[in-house]
């Protein structure tokens, strides 16, 4: 079942303005393009058939699009993320990466990739983490410096160029990870909760970062993540997944909140926001009783 909330233009407050949400139109207008991300009928078994873990996945992530994969722990989420990435084989169906095969996408770095933890190299400093991609594709020196400089701009950390891991906070490390998967001028970025670990104020100001990186650099975003209302803020479209096996059970279009200028407090505390945390809340309990799903920072238990 694929289900679709109406568009919503609210009269939230925001101060003396006005929050105007609408049913995002396909990102930048692509929809002719090649999709960033194409998901057919996807299956995977583990452990020589005894645990299935997907079943008969079909998404499809354009161009520029933010999407977020929500659902209990086990329904899939991570999984179905690495056989994205090639990091996993699917046992049935296809997946495209930009029309290439997954594996193809891999070899020519098409995606960047980050985790929940930075993974970032401690004898390297900052500058030396980012530029590690490139080195590893015998970039010369001098573009490598370049794009390295570009990229701590954009992640706010240039002053933070030459100092190694340990000296920055979760948060910074985090945008270091970022700035490192985007090295190589990804069309697409792949992320499995790299806000977990952060406290909630972190996580909020990460969420407004990520936006804005992912807004400048075009690149397409599958976010996976366990909080309902993250997923809002940042996605143009939730997908909702069942317990395993997993499934798509619904997919919630949202506002393309952290692209209008709007302050994200504002966002947050809005009648349309709340509406679409409940739209997501709603397709989650109708899949279970019961999850480790977070609403607004509580467990639904």
Known sequence: MTGKSESAVTDAEAGDEQIEVSDPAPVGDKAEDVAAVDLTKVGKIFDAGSVT???DVSLK????????????????????????????????GSVTVHGKSARQAR?????????QQAGLLDWRTVQANVELPLELHKVPKAERR???????????????????PAELSGGMQQRVAIARALARKPSLLLMDEPFGALDEM????????????AGETGAAVVFVTHSIPEAVFLSDRVVVMSPRPGRISEIVPTGGWGRGGVSG?????????????????????GGHEATDIIVAGQDMR
Do not use: N
């Open 53 to 55: 873990a997907l079943v």
């Open 61 to 92: 992530v354009l161009a520029g699009e933010f999407v977020s994969l929500i659902g209990p722990s086990g329904c899939g989420k991570s999984t179905l993320l690495r056989i994205v990435a090639d990091l996993e084989q699917p046992t049935s």
């Open 107 to 115: 070899i020519d770095q098409d995606y960047g990739i980050a985790f």
């Open 146 to 164: 370049t794009r390295s400089a570009e990229l701590l701009e954009m992640a706010g950390l240039s002053d933070f160029a030459h100092r190694y």
């Open 202 to 213: 972190t996580r909020e100001r990460m969420q407004g970062e990520l936006l804005r990186i």
């Open 265 to 285: 407090d504002d966002i947050r505390s809005s009648e349309a926001f709340f509406e679409a945390v409940a739209a997501v809340r709603t397709a989650l309990r």
